[in-house]
């Protein structure tokens, strides 16, 4: 259960454009503060007014970079950003001497791009590949001594070469994690599904043992009640004849009669009470739903709150089961798609009809596709009359149905 509602954490967090949006503003803010240390003479990289102005347009070029980066970091075309970059990052390498402020450039400007937008494990080995070569173009073709700088310090080597390794290692090892906690997820999902595909099966199973039971309570209750009714018709009509011929037999004929009209009832009442304590709800109503979420919880290791409000649930077969597969659907879509921790369900009933909101604490979404789900979910809700809204909150995503109930009254 921990190791789900751990899984499901860390998909979120490396999901979408969380991380790649984080490390786009740290990596701006760091090279704009790079770009205010050599202007302002903090750090002596630049030794002349060209240096300055080639530090800045290099900086300037990269932040545009990785922008675009970012913005195609979901398309093929992605790969010519990060190209662009480490090219970029090269000219600088070859410009400026080996200090730290070079291998924290070579980190923003080359080595997150590709660990971040690379699927994994290539990530991890392009990003390598692409330090050892800006170490064999920095020392061995174009050594400092050669372009007219100072030979670089050990330590400024051997952290130009550890720290833009470690960490590609890093992201790489992230990208891994992400990989694990998506096929935890999918698992995950899959087990719901399963769970859920089992319940709406014995749902099945359960109806349809509902319907023979009622079929035999039907025959019992109407070979009871016919023979009941037949035998006082020929026990009465034989009273008639009696009460010329034989007046002194009508009494006992008539306590006869009763007898059987009792035993009849006492049957009859048996039956019922039979069938009252063996009927099976409709698998759309508050106890379905209730074990949706019970099964839900258990598949998933999500907190769900359900709250049931002030509906009184006084309606047809239609419109529970739409509610029903609203609420097993939208949870499904808040785990998988939301990677969502913490759901709530909540029936709300007014003038207006009913409302069914199911709230997540997920990554929420700037636009929704609607798939096969959502989609299903409409048409249901069309076929009653009801509809379907949703929107990204704070912190999450909210989705909610609408279902007419003309002619009812609001529950207090």
């Not at 932040?63 to 090219?87: D, N, T």
């Not at 494990?121 to 070569?133: K, Q, S, T, W």
């Amino acid at each position: 259960m921990a190791q789900s509602k751990a899984a499901a954490r860390i998909g979120r967090a490396l999901e979408g454009a969380r991380l790649p949006a984080a490390f786009l503003v740290v990596s701006l803010a760091t090279l704009a503060a790079l770009v205010i240390a050599e202007l302002t003479g903090l750090d002596g990289l630049c030794v002349s007014r060209t240096d300055e102005a080639v530090f800045v347009v290099l900086a300037a070029a990269s932040a545009l970079g990785l922008a675009g980066a970012y913005l195609l970091r979901a398309r093929k075309s992605r790969r010519w950003a990060i190209a662009a970059e480490c090219a970029l990052c090269l000219v600088f390498i070859l410009n400026f001497p080996v200090t730290q402020l070079s291998w924290l450039f070579l980190i923003i400007s080359a080595v997150l791009p590709i660990s971040l937008y690379l699927p994994f494990p290539r990530n991890g080995v392009v990003a390598l590949a692409f330090v050892a070569a800006a170490m064999a173009v920095r020392f061995g073709a174009f050594p400092p001594e050669s372009v007219g700088q100072k030979a670089a310090p050990f330590r400024d080597v051997l952290l130009f070469a550890l720290a833009p390794s470690a960490t590609a290692a890093l992201v790489s090892a992230l990208s891994a994690l992400k990989e694990e906690a998506d096929r935890l997820s999918e698992a995950l999902l899959g087990v719901t599904r399963l769970n859920l595909s089992y319940q709406d099966y014995s749902a099945s199973v359960e109806e349809k043992s509902a319907l023979e039971e009622r079929l035999r309570l039907t025959r019992d209750i109407h070979d009871v009640v016919g023979y009941a009714l037949t035998n006082t018709m020929m026990l009465m009509r034989a009273a008639s004849i009696m009460i010329r011929e034989e007046p002194e037999r009508v009494p006992a004929l008539i306590e006869t009669t009763q007898r059987g009209a009792e035993s009849a009832l006492g049957q009859v009442r048996a039956l019922l009470g039979d069938m009252r304590r063996r009927e099976i709800r409709y698998a759309a109503g508050p106890n379905a739903i209730a074990k949706v979420v019970r099964v839900f919880r258990a598949a998933t290791g999500a907190e769900v709150d359900l709250d049931f409000g002030n509906f009184d649930w006084a309606i047809g077969d239609d419109e529970a089961f739409a509610a029903h597969h609203f609420v097993q659907e939208a949870m499904l879509n808040a785990f998988s798609h939301g990677k969502a921790t913490s759901i709530r369900v909540s029936f709300r009933q007014g003038e207006d009809g009913l409302a069914v909101t199911v709230r997540d604490n997920g990554s929420g979404a700037k636009s929704v596709s609607e798939g096969i789900g959502i989609s299903g979910m409409r048409e249901r809700l069309a076929k009653v009359g009801g509809g379907l809204e949703y929107s990204s909150t704070a912190d999450g995503f909210s989705i909610t149905m609408r279902l007419p109930l003309a002619g009812r009254e609001t529950a207090g």
